[in-house]
């Protein structure tokens, strides 16, 4: 049955059908950690937009596993208001319905053997009422602390054991440990029981449709790519900025930082997708080599004193209203050292990039919530005008716009109509959200979808994961030595003094998003 | 914004577009869609296109004949802003007017971006001779929405060139993608087939010759009680798979070897038509090579 299972060719598929959705094997979705924000705001309502979207298989399950003492109704509750309230594709009961059938919800601990028992049972149920076939995919919602004893209780209880005709897949989300050995770490329990393949690593901020957005502008254009290089470029700022403190996250956030947070992972894969050279095709496994050749040759200088900033967002007024110092937050010691902003240059030893440098800033309280990568060109090497026409001139730049409002920005030099000759700066928009659909699907839908049918992630791999904390590591260090608390920052503004000089000191200045 | 204009040209219509964006022009609208029909009832074909170019913000250009008068000239309709993603333009041709739509459209299409023609109701013929479908990289009609579905289905079929299309086929994705999925888990050859639908439904013709086609074995289509698909079998060496509808929402699936499950299968709405149709401007070999052998059947009979 098995061989000749294999040998079947689907008489009615075709490559050129492209109208027709690949739907993913019948299978469970096992949620760990059901109960949190992040379950409720997004995973579930991307389940119920795939549904329907006709994009799930006939037989999906999805299981819930959380302390809560809930029966399957009351799950079934949760996730009903869940997708009430977050879903973007309208609520169809039909749809609805067909979800419900497979929802299940199991209560207990990580470290209850019982519990995980009854979620062998309840799989198992599945596997013969809905016939999921013994496809499972498990999705950690949860601390990295979580991992191990989720781990340990998956291999006890043989949830994870591979039988040939279905697969095992497991779902992890950032933050991949916090410095590369604890990445390691983290890894060597993972990769016990599931193959590379197998592990998928979600950066929410970073779907695959932004991904793909990216290298699409990039690579499918004669446009763009002669410019992209040191020939042309002066240097490029990859900035990611929230306008929110650390909303009570304080237990998680403190001692972590945002540099660990936010630029080991959505940083420096801007990065990589904005400074690799171009993959001989576009499958997961090209796109990584390129992306780990990138990081590979990245480097922070030796000299980080000068080429480091980070801060402490200070009390203050932000957006008129008054707002508490990170250290005034609930949870937050008055002695923290912990980073809310964080500003680094990274420099690119390849042909491409040498003499360019790359500069990375994040930071909470910050003005506006903007995550962008901009490439500032030199200056042209001769201006036919006089100083006083180009005085309002800057450099031309191209930035891509990832969030919000998604799109290109180009800005170029054009003269004021009705003036002699005066040259200022305009810029020309694009946006994928005018010019494609607001109801594209979102990053959870993509990645879930992605998990449920085994397509090779465009997320991280592990070797990714261990490069980017190779290129980060030395700062840590470095702001670990420092004696005094990172500098303050007065909220709603474009971060501390240090970050300007630390730019000032290469003869520029940050844009402002 | 609203502006009615009287006894109008093309020119003017243009400078009252322009003079709405305030010369930001029509960025970020990546097609012209132009819904032509002599139906007066066009409500729901412009709610269609509407909801669709949300996903696909486009100018509409709505052509209306309005044969009972004999002096020809066009009326204009134009909804810019509030809440529209693009531009709505609706044209009264009055008189001969018709005859000549092509170049009352042609100064109206967006610059180097694709033109999309919809036959709501009933087409001409041959589209892609047509003055307005010749202007068009992809011509949608609706069989469903003619007099006649089984008729309309076999000219579009003679007359099928690269780039046309017809809602019939949309209609039917999802039916299709579930039976690729079902024969896809049964994995064993497909000996026989028989589709169920309402007498003189379309799709399930074009459904039923879609199946014979790729499987290369008989398929029947028998009348039903319900309206549009009811319900498909394949009969495979290891047992029938059945897709059967319920209530025009959901469908009970059926695969041998695995218990029965409920699936959400609504008739789909226009606007999810539509949409889809815009999503893919290149020419629909699949259809293609399914009209081709609607033919073929028919020309054996």
Partial sequence: MQSQQRAFVNPLRSAEDRRLPRIADPSALVIFGVTGDLSRKKLMPAVYDLANRGLLPPGFALVGFARREWADQDFARVVHDAVQEHARTEFREEVWEQLLEGIRFVSGDFDSDEAFGRLKTTLGELDRERGTCGNHAFYLSIPPSGFEPVMRQLKRHGLAEQVPGSWHRVVIEKPFGHDLESARELDAVVSQLFKPQEVFRIDHYLGKETVQNILAMRFANQLFEPLWNNNHVSHVEITMAEDIGIAGRAGYFDGIGIARDVMQNHLLQLLALAAMEEPTNFDAAQLRTEKQKVLAAARVPADLARHTARGQYAPGWQGGKEVRGYRQEEGVPDDSRTETFAAMRVDIDNRRWAGVP????????????????????????HLPFTATDTADLGTNALVLRIQPDEGVTLRFGAKVPGTQMEIRDVSMDFGYGGSFTESSPEAYERLILDVLLGEPPLFPLQEEVELSWRILDPVLEHWAELPEQPEQYAPGTWGPRSADEMLARDGLAWRRP | MLIELHDTTSRDISTALTKAHRGAGASGLVLTLVIATDDRHFDDAIEAAKASAYAHPSRVIVVTNSPDEAEPKMDARIETGDG?????????????LRAHAGTVLLPLLLPDSPTVVWWPHEGPADLAGDPIGRLATRRITDASGCADPQHALV????????????????????????????????????VGGRVVSAPDNAPATLLATWLGSRLGVPVERVDGPGVGVNEVTLQTEAGDIVIRRHEEMTAEYLVPGRPARTVALRRRPLTDLLTE????????????????????????Q
């Avoid at chain 2, 529209?84 to 001969?96: F, M, Q, R, S």
């Avoid at chain 2, 039976?179 to 049964?186: D, F, I, K, R, T």
Wanted: hydrophobic share 40%; glycine share 8%; no cysteine.
């Fill in chain 2, 277 to 300: 149709e815009l999503q893919r401007l290149d020419a629909d070999e699949v259809f293609e090579q399914t009209v081709a052998s609607l033919l073929e059947r028919q020309g054996g």
């Fill in chain 2, 84 to 96: 529209l993603p693009g531009d709505l333009i609706t044209l009264t041709l009055h008189g001969g």
């Fill in chain 2, 155 to 190: 000219m579009r079929a003679r007359h099928h060139r690269p780039g046309d299309t017809d809602l019939t086929w949309t209609r039917l994705t999802r039916w299709r993608a579930l039976l690729v999925a079902a024969v896809e888990q049964v994995g064993a050859p497909i």
């Fill in chain 1, 358 to 381: 790359f500069y990375l800033r994040t930071g909470k309280r910050m003005p506006r919530r903007v995550t962008e990568v901009a490439l500032s060109f030199k200056r042209p090497p």
